[in-house]
């Protein structure tokens, strides 16, 4: 059974940084590619960040220059650094899992506030 754990969430001040991690069991990770999105109180789920199997990368532009997704396929585990943080990064993040069917995380929380 595939399962993808993430953690890293929490609260923190606007301009600091924050790491999410996600955790891939049951599946062949490196042979697919991996996104972090993100869902604010009241708004649609939106597509944070992409990295292919190969390690390309794709930014949404509300978070390209602070944010960096990156994997380490010895680990099966995908990464979202979050630099320069604001308010509005505020939101449940989840890790996604390419493939036939997609899987999802159970989510993080990630508070930005003074």
């Known amino acids: 059974q595939v399962q993808l754990v993430e953690s890293g969430g929490g609260l923190v001040q606007p301009g600091g940084s924050l790491r999410l991690s996600c955790a891939v069991s049951?599946?062949?990770?490196?042979?697919?590619?991996m996104a972090w999105s993100r869902q604010a109180p009241g708004k649609q789920r939106e597509l944070v960040a992409h990295?292919?199997?190969?390690?390309?990368?794709n930014y949404a532009d509300s978070v390209k220059g602070r944010f960096t997704i990156s994997r380490d396929n010895a680990k099966n585990t995908v990464y979202l650094q979050m630099n320069s943080l604001k308010p509005e990064d505020t939101a449940v993040y989840y890790c996604?899992?390419?493939?036939?069917?997609?899987?999802w995380g159970q989510g993080t929380q990630v508070t930005v506030s003074s």
């Open positions: 996604y899992k390419e493939g036939v069917p997609p899987y």
């Open positions: 049951g599946s062949i990770f490196s042979a697919f590619g």
């Open positions: 990295i292919t199997s190969g390690g390309s990368t």
